[in-house]
């Protein structure tokens, strides 16, 4: 079915706007032959995507951090806790993340970047130093927005990672809560030992699928200049004029990276449900 719609997309294209495709022009933008070493290189395509990985990671594992505290909070805290929780929770969810991104590159992040120096100490760094920060992060000269950017969509996704852990804590019965007690645990080692261990089983799945929701919110950020996968497709389509090519091709590369990992993460969870059985 995927097949045929594809295949009549592309038939359209070509009848009706006269679309000359020119798909032998697109492999180039993965890898490229160095003319000095012979050796292939890895050209902005597979740059983009490496970018958008490291991007996601971070961002999640972020996200993840500053989620867990809150729906700790939200879930176990006392009423200003759960005041902020909730606050936070609330506006976040209830910005568009462009809007939030924007607000947070301009008027936040930028100049408190700018005011550490981060850019400029990353400048001095030796070439090994910062060739293994370019590997973990970013290019130098990229390096604050890329900061702007991880710290932006962790904030984003850090509410819907609270949500889920704050779940994951009351849906642990309190039947869990009142046989620790019974046998001599506080209420802080009930909850360390006992109900958070629980709470982040129940919701492992749910905080994978989050990470994929990253990967594709990560698309935003293209709008303040991150290199990653559709800025590096917009860049190669304005420079080519290849259109339907290039965004063809970015869509398979998006639906190749989350596809590959909701399957493994499918296989994961029947396997996972099949050992508690």
């Not at 879930?75 to 910005?95: E, H, K, L, M, P």
């Not at 849906?171 to 080692?189: N, R, V």
Request: glycine content about 10%; proline content about 3%.
């Amino acid at each position: 079915m995927g097949i045929a719609f594809v295949w009549f997309f592309l038939a359209r294209m070509g009848t009706v706007l006269a679309y000359e495709w020119n798909w032998a022009a697109i492999p180039q933008y993965f890898f490229f032959r160095d003319p000095d070493t012979g050796q292939l290189v890895p050209n902005i395509l597979v740059q983009g995507f490496f970018t958008t990985i490291r991007l996601s990671v971070w961002a999640t594992g972020l996200g993840f951090v500053l989620g867990t505290l809150s729906g700790v909070m939200g879930a176990r805290g006392d009423g200003f806790q759960r005041f902020i929780s909730q606050t936070y929770v609330g506006i976040v969810r209830n910005i568009p993340s462009l809007v939030l991104l924007i607000i947070f590159y301009y008027f936040v992040a930028s100049q408190f970047l700018d005011f550490l120096g981060l850019d400029a100490w990353v400048r001095d760094q030796p070439r090994g130093v910062q060739s293994i920060i370019g590997l973990l992060f970013s290019e130098p000269g990229q390096i604050n927005s890329f900061v702007s950017a991880v710290a932006a969509l962790a904030l984003y996704e850090g509410a819907y990672i609270s949500e889920i852990v704050r779940g994951g804590i009351l849906g642990i019965p309190q039947g869990q809560w009142e046989a620790s007690s019974s046998i001599g645990l506080s209420g802080f080692k009930t909850f360390r030992l006992v109900v958070l261990p629980q709470a982040f089983r129940k919701v492992a799945f749910p905080l994978a699928g989050q990470f994929i929701s990253t990967i594709k919110d990560s698309a935003i950020v293209s709008v303040i200049s991150i290199q990653e996968l559709t800025f590096q497709g917009m860049e190669l389509m304005a420079a080519t004029f290849l259109t339907f090519e290039v965004w063809v091709t970015i869509t398979f590369l998006y639906f190749l990276l989350t596809f590959s990992l909701s399957r493994v993460m499918a296989f994961m969870e029947r396997h996972f449900n099949r050992e508690i059985r």
